[in-house]
């Protein structure tokens, strides 16, 4: 299928980058391209297609600079399954750590859960309609008055034997026509006020799907999955499918509002309709950023924990460029993955890759370090800014916090000469500044109701002066 997030050009997808990152033009050109080009695969003949495998991108760079972010930025842009992971936990099998392919099954539970929060908000309303009337049917039921009430399939009963069945009617008692109507307006005025949320905070029982059952566990060198185990499917066999069993629980309308949402918007999704979709998506549009890939280089020796470096770069290999790994929903093939991979390459350079790895990232992008002018950006341009995040904080208290032009560039100026005194940690030296600084008004922030702060020099200088690269404290304030 093809998503509408990839019909963006190459020059609006950097446009939406530039909402969230500073700088690094060149990376984010060539993300966009890869993305672009992932459309333009979609727009090929079936046997050309399959021919076409996505460029793989190696970003280079310190820490901080945006690698991580440009990444998870371009999955949110396109809707894509994303994963991220650190290569350092991965090792050949049997020495330790995890199975290289495991980071193709999280790819694959990530999109199942991105396509299922997908259907959930397609068939939202219709969810809703239906928790909103099993939730009235408890309440009447608590308040006595369910005696009044004709039973509607599928909304009012129980689970037996993995099947939902309506509870039988309860026959009309004798009253008069006065009591009847009476009972009616109550019922009348329950529904109005249910739907005005005006009983939120009600306490009500409900009956539920029990999804504490224990699970069952097969234990394996590398999990159920490896050993082509369907724990689920014994469950089931079994009888001890979560499914199978409800519960009755006391809950506030607000909780049990959101637990049946849940469960109504389960019955109106197709299971196997949306698994198959995952598995499109996971491997004609899935992107695996894979972290610290600089770490898995040996530093020669035949000893110590490099041994398995090598090892950890010819597994991630046979991943890359493409094969079937087996996963609980069935085979998924990594050819059209696009893999971005990230390090900063401190104390190795990418040449010390195996050969092999090199080639299967052909785009290698440089990043800047970021200098004290970006920081002044960072700090007050992007859409989730650290200034706008402390501003909308200090809202909640009732305090108007605001920052100066020449506070912003204190604040920018201590950053960047930290990162040249102590580590250069990039943009997140910015965290440890602002906090520092903001610490004793955070803490007084609720004492401070209607009051105005300004955050220019002075105040900056006051709070930190000129230790706010203090190399011994700076560490401890991460």
């Not at 040996?298 to 000893?303: E, K, L, S």
């Not at 770069?313 to 046979?318: A, G, I, K, N």
């Not at 990039?426 to 007084?444: N, P, Q, V, W, Y």
Request: one cysteine or more; charged letters at 30%; a negative charge.
């Amino acid at each position: 299928m093809s998503d509408p997030g990839q019909a963006l050009t190459p020059r609006e997808i950097t446009q939406r980058l530039d909402d969230y990152i500073v700088g690094q033009n060149k990376a984010k050109r060539a993300v966009a391209v890869a993305l672009r080009n992932r459309w333009r695969r979609r727009q090929l003949g079936t046997e050309l297609a399959a021919d076409v495998y996505p460029k793989n991108i190696l970003l280079i760079g310190p820490t901080g600079v945006g690698k991580t972010e440009i990444a998870r930025r371009l999955a949110t842009l396109a809707r894509a399954p994303f994963v991220k992971v650190e290569a350092t936990k991965y090792s050949e099998v049997g020495y330790h750590g995890r199975d290289v392919e495991s980071m193709v099954r999280d790819l694959v539970d990530a999109a199942v859960a991105l396509v299922r929060s997908e259907k959930v908000h397609d068939v939202g309303e219709k969810a809703a309609a239906a928790a909103e009337e099993r939730l009235f049917r408890a309440l009447v039921e608590d308040r006595g008055l369910a005696d009044y009430l004709d039973p509607t399939p599928g909304l009012s009963g129980q689970m037996e034997g993995g099947v939902w069945r309506a509870r039988a009617a309860t026959p009309l008692p004798a009253h008069t026509p006065h009591e009847l109507a009476e009972r009616e307006q109550a019922r009348a005025r329950l529904r109005s006020d249910l739907a005005a949320r005006k009983l939120e905070r009600e306490l009500v029982e409900i009956e539920v799907r029990d999804t504490r059952t224990p699970t069952l566990s097969v234990m394996g060198p590398q999990g159920n999955e490896t050993m082509g185990i369907d724990a689920q499917a014994l469950q089931e066999l079994w009888g001890r499918s979560p499914g199978n069993k409800t519960k009755v629980r006391k809950l506030t309308v607000a909780e049990s509002r959101k637990i049946l949402h849940e469960e109504e918007a389960n019955k109106l999704l197709d299971e196997d309709a949306i698994v198959g979709e995952a598995l499109d998506r996971a491997q004609n549009d899935g992107i695996v950023f894979v972290d610290e890939i600089d770490k898995i280089v040996a530093a020669g020796g035949g000893d110590g924990p490099d041994v398995s470096r090598e090892g950890v770069q010819r597994d991630l290999l046979s991943v890359v460029e493409g094969c079937a790994v087996y996963t609980r929903y069935g085979h998924v093939r990594t050819d059209h993955v696009l893999f971005l991979a990230a390090g900063a390459f401190h104390f190795h350079k990418p040449s010390d890759l195996i050969p092999e790895l090199q080639g299967r990232f052909p785009v290698r992008v440089a990043l800047q370090s970021l200098t004290e002018a970006d920081f002044v950006r960072i700090l007050a341009e992007p859409k989730n800014a650290l200034v706008r995040q402390y501003e909308a904080l200090f809202r909640t208290e009732g305090v108007d916090l605001s920052f100066t032009r020449d506070g912003l560039e204190r604040l920018a100026a201590l950053a960047f000469r930290a990162n040249k005194t102590t580590q250069d940690i990039g943009a997140r030296r910015l965290m440890t500044i602002l906090e520092k600084c903001l610490e004793d008004l955070s803490f007084d922030a609720s004492e401070r109701r209607g009051q105005k702060i300004v955050v220019d020099r002075a105040l900056v200088d006051d709070r930190l002066g000129e230790t706010g690269d203090d190399v011994d404290l700076i560490p401890y304030r991460m």
